[in-house]
């Protein structure tokens, strides 16, 4: 499964992460359906690095021509300027395999919690940073997001 390649890849690249998006709504127990993979990181330069070289041995490219050290030298200018919110990576030959790396928000400042799926526990956000990280971002989804997690408080 890919959530769980993904989960053990970072693990091994000693890369800090939690999911969010609609993985972590999931796992957390409101119905909802997704594609991609969200995952916040510290906003480490090193962290990064050791994200992009996980991911890239599972066959994930960048879906923009920058690495590393230029999303995290230029990550203000980008969010400011450019509207970018993720970074993010898919899989050339499969297009249902993408990851997001949020560069809005730093792990570190993040509530997270642990859930087993099978013999994976998998590091995602709690209900009330995934609540707030939806807020800051109001789409038709998120709002939906939202209502679901609430009643499951």
Same mark, same amino acid.
């Given at each position: 499964m890919f959530i769980e390649e993904i989960v053990q890849a970072l693990r091994k690249a000693r890369v800090r992460f939690g999911l969010a998006g609609g993985y972590a709504v999931a796992l957390h127990g409101a119905v909802r359906g997704t594609v991609d993979i969200n995952i916040v990181i510290p906003l480490e330069k090193k962290q990064f690095r050791a994200a992009q070289k996980a991911l890239s041995q599972l066959g994930l490219v960048s879906r923009l021509p920058v690495d590393a050290d230029q999303v995290f030298?230029? @990550?203000?200018?980008?969010?400011?300027? @450019?509207? =970018? =919110?993720?970074?993010?990576?898919c899989h050339p030959q499969d297009p249902s395999k993408r990851v997001? /790396? =949020? /560069?809005?928000?730093? /792990? !570190?400042?993040?509530?997270?919690? !642990?859930? !087993?799926a099978g013999e994976l526990v998998i590091p995602i956000l709690g209900i009330h940073s995934? /609540? +707030?990280? *939806? *807020? +800051? +971002?109001? !789409?038709?989804q998120d709002l939906e997001d939202i209502r679901a997690l609430g009643s499951l408080q």
């Open positions: 030298d230029f @990550r203000e200018e980008y969010i400011a300027n @450019r509207n =970018l =919110l993720a970074w993010d990576f997001d /790396i =949020l /560069i809005t928000h730093d /792990i !570190r400042e993040q509530e997270v919690t !642990r859930i !087993r995934l /609540i +707030a990280m *939806k *807020k +800051a +971002a109001g !789409r038709p």
